[in-house]
């Protein structure tokens, strides 16, 4: 029974892909390392564990704001989940961000990035206006995603956005940044709540043939231990 059940963890291992041992975004929800209040970030920081702040207006304002809901809840403004955002101009300005540290792929593999973006209306000083951010993979932009704020009164509102990828199997590197369009908010641009996951295996919706393989392979062999058993004298 114990090469049974060490046969059907192996089959349940490979079922999960080979990009389960790779290395993955972390802290996407930036509960690490933990603030007291609002901590101000500024370029080429590496506070955030698995983040790099940067900034691609230099010559400016480069700061970004590390806030906990503490902060300014009372104001109406906090994250999307957890206890911890960023708000993504600092003080003021726009063209700033962070950067993911590199992210393990497989080639053909296709992922799907998930962000929720925050724009603000803030007790006592009014509306900050709509929000865009724009997303890079690796320094290439590849969309800007708007949040329309739809609040009259003080509050924050999120807005979830998704991106898919096919992977050419380098890892790659996650920036957001406030955009730089006039459009966008200069006072409040929200980041929370990251997520990077694969949604279809390398050139298909469905797991590899190896993984299928072992996953059989294991339950088979499972069933046949199952019906010995029941089939054993009493």
Known sequence: MKRMAFLAALAAAGASGPASAASSLINGGFEQPGSAGVVYLHQGSTFLPGWTVVDSTPGGDDEIAYQNNAAFGGLGV??????????LTGVVGRGKGVKSDAIDTVAGATYRVGFDVGAFFVSGQG???????????????????TNTLGLSAAGSDWQRFTHDFVATGAPVRLTFLASTALTSS??????????????????????????????ILGFGLAGAGLRRRRSAPA
């Open 127 to 145: 509306s900050y206006g709509d929000v865009t951010l724009d997303l890079r993979i690796d320094d290439v932009l590849v969309g800007s995603f």
């Open 186 to 215: 200069y006072l409040g641009a929200g980041l929370d709540n990251v997520t990077f996951d694969t949604i279809a295996g390398p050139g298909t919706g469905v797991p590899e043939p190896g993984a299928w393989a072992l996953a």
């Open 78 to 87: 906090v994250g999307s989940e957890g206890a911890h955002f960023l708000e």
